[in-house]
């Protein structure tokens, strides 16, 4: 059996109960994973294409939409196919299959797809800003570094309350398009013809390889395969299939509304610019000007909702895939708010730097950049979960059927095909500029991407040769040891922090069952006045006066009670100045009291208990 550290968000794992629930209560059990995912397919990206595509050629281009969400549909199920049925997340599944030498790389690539997908969420939330409450975007972009908060908050809550928010998210997204096409009236023999296949040449080809590289995209395979795992079903073959089914109607019906909205976006953009001959719209601020002009403050005013509504839900699923392939392919562990504010603070600087150095109005360049970024990465997710969901050694009766795997190589030669010519035709567009200095495209830009493809080709290939796992561990700190023999340990110097709280009885009555009446007991005390911390222990403020006398009590209050008893005042931080004593005393055991903080708490108020666990070499007993 696996150890509870090494699933996939192991905070939030099996955390929802599917057991003795049927009808409808079963399905409503297993819905939620596949809408956290969705909102990366209507994303302030896909808001891009889709508001080109719309004003540029009209209706032409729904049926993109429609061919991109089939495919999406089919790799997501696959995403949750691996979930369920091996119980790993495709970081994971990489990890256990690709040499370490690789995984690195395909980390990298990965962490860089998620910056880049994060960029645009925090451009899109920030021009929402804008457009809503005349906010700055340099002020909305900063904003959105309280995103991290609001990730840490509900995954404390639990799996439930973020799924709730989530789809609260989506929920106005899909009701404010809704209203909007109210609005404008499409006509619905036009909107028909548009799901009508049409030969594509030109800017049409490029749109519609922006459509589908904007929609399918590699962090949300990730996310899929690892969500699907918050459920607790059966590990029985009833229990698996059932898992199945009821993730591919959660799937089927949240990526349907994912692309419900995404038509509605074109559909809007025909109707409001190309019918009204305004065929080069293009920035999300431009249409809603032109919204604003054309149908009044209703409509805008959603437009602006909706935007923010999508970028701040497509900002939390992307900061939770930072933390899957970060534990999955690198099998690093670290505190669940650094890593969100590091992956945050990661997209902001470019967004900072864009606006600072080029203008507000570069901010659109910088997303189709973003775009390009993530459809780089995209084949390193594809192509690997094809390999793991054929594998029938892995997924015994499990494993996709032949028609099933032609589908999804095809789909993959489709999505790469169209993202390496979206590739190609940027670094062309770069070439040509006459303004920029190509000799960086050549010297840096052109070998990077060369590698990268060679990666690629060895992603295909190695499964083929290779079928035996290289890690099947997924433990971060390796497997358990032969425990044998149990000796008994005894203490003899122990240390026991104390800080005059209600918490000191407990903290005391642990630390004096560790040694009993033949140990010594330092009680230490940390004086935190600024005076303590500039003048150490030459201080003679009221505060070290009282603390002394307190500690006195203890003393003398034990030494009653048979105990052995020396007091040790340290002076400035309390982390630095508790390992100093423990080290100058040659302590064995150091006792302390915990905060009984938690979340944000700890985050405004420190944890000296991590401080000092990285300073000394003894055991340390938390006691709460």
Not at 48 to 54: K, L, Q, R, Y
Not at 131 to 156: C, K
Request: glycine share 8%; charged share 15%.
């Amino acid at each position: 059996m696996n150890n509870k550290n090494d699933d996939s968000l192991s905070e939030v794992h099996s955390s929802i109960n599917t057991g003795g629930k049927t009808g409808w209560r079963k399905l409503f059990a297993f819905i939620g994973p596949a809408y956290l995912v969705s909102v990366g397919y209507m994303d302030p990206g896909n808001w891009a294409t889709d508001i080109a595509g719309g004003s540029q050629f009209g209706y032409k281009l729904i049926w993109v939409l429609l061919m991109s969400n089939l495919m999406a549909l089919l790799l997501q199920s696959l995403s949750a196919r691996l979930g369920i049925v091996r119980g790993l997340d495709l970081a994971q599944a990489s990890r256990n299959t690709y040499p370490a030498y690789i995984n690195y790389p395909l980390y990298v690539l990965a962490q860089i797809a998620i910056i880049a997908c994060d960029l645009a969420e925090i451009i899109g939330m920030a021009i929402g800003l804008n457009l809503l409450f005349g906010l700055p975007l340099i002020w909305g972009i900063s904003i959105t570094i309280l995103d991290t908060f609001l990730l840490l908050f509900l995954m404390n809550k639990g799996m439930r309350m973020m799924e709730v928010f989530i789809v609260s998210m989506v929920f106005i997204v899909g009701i404010s398009f809704l209203t909007e096409l109210l609005i404008v009236k499409p006509l619905l023999g036009e909107v028909i013809s548009g799901f009508k296949p049409s030969i594509l040449t030109g800017n049409a080809l490029y749109i519609a390889i922006g459509i589908i590289g904007a929609t399918v995209m590699p962090h949300n395979l990730y996310l899929h395969s690892s969500l699907v795992q918050t459920r607790k079903i059966e590990r029985t073959p009833k229990g698996i299939r059932e898992s199945l089914k009821y993730n591919f109607i959660d799937t089927t019906i949240a990526l349907n509304l994912a692309f419900f909205v995404n038509a509605a976006i074109l559909i809007l953009a025909a109707t409001a610019f190309y019918k009204n001959g305004l065929f080069e719209v293009a920035e999300i601020q431009d249409a809603y000007k032109l919204l604003d002009h054309i149908f009044g403050s209703i409509a805008p005013t959603l437009f602006a909702i909706a935007l923010i509504a999508s970028g701040q839900s497509s900002t939390i699923t992307g900061t939770l895939a930072g933390q899957i392939v970060m534990e999955g392919h690198l099998k690093l562990r670290i505190q669940p708010w650094i890593r969100r504010l590091l992956t945050r603070m990661m997209a902001i600087i470019p967004a900072f730097y864009t606006i600072l150095y080029f203008g507000e109005g570069a901010l659109g360049g910088l997303l189709v950049l973003s775009q390009v970024v993530l459809s780089l990465q995209l084949g390193f997710a594809v192509i690997p979960l094809i390999h793991f969901n054929s594998d029938k050694a892995k997924m015994k009766e499990y494993a996709i059927k032949t028609w099933v795997k032609i589908l999804a190589w095809l789909t993959a030669l489709i999505i790469v095909s169209l993202n390496v010519q979206l590739v190609i035709e940027e670094i062309g567009g770069w070439i040509k500029d006459t303004t920029v200095n190509v000799w960086w495209i050549y010297l840096l830009v052109i070998p990077v991407i060369v590698l990268i493809f060679a990666l690629l080709v060895y992603v295909f290939i190695m499964p083929f040769f290779k079928n035996s796992e290289l890690d099947s561990s997924n433990v971060p700190h390796g497997e358990a040891l032969e425990i044998g023999e149990i000796q008994p340990i005894q203490y003899h110097k122990v240390g026991i922090s104390v800080d005059f709280s209600k918490n000191d009885r407990n903290t005391l009555r642990h630390a004096l069952l560790q040694g009993g009446k033949d140990a010594e007991y330092h009680l230490i005390h940390i004086v935190e006045t600024a005076g303590a911390k500039f003048h150490g222990e030459k201080v003679l403020d009221h505060e070290t006066q009282s603390d002394t006398d307190n500690l006195e009590k203890y003393k003398l209050n034990l030494e009653e009670l048979g105990y052995k008893i020396t007091i040790a005042i340290g002076y400035g931080t309390a982390a630095k100045a508790i390992s100093k004593i423990v080290k100058e005393r040659e302590l064995d055991l150091l006792v302390m009291g915990a905060h009984g903080h938690s979340g944000i708490s700890d985050l405004i108020f420190g944890t000296t208990v991590e401080k000092v666990r990285h300073n000394v070499n003894i055991p340390i007993m938390i006691v709460k």
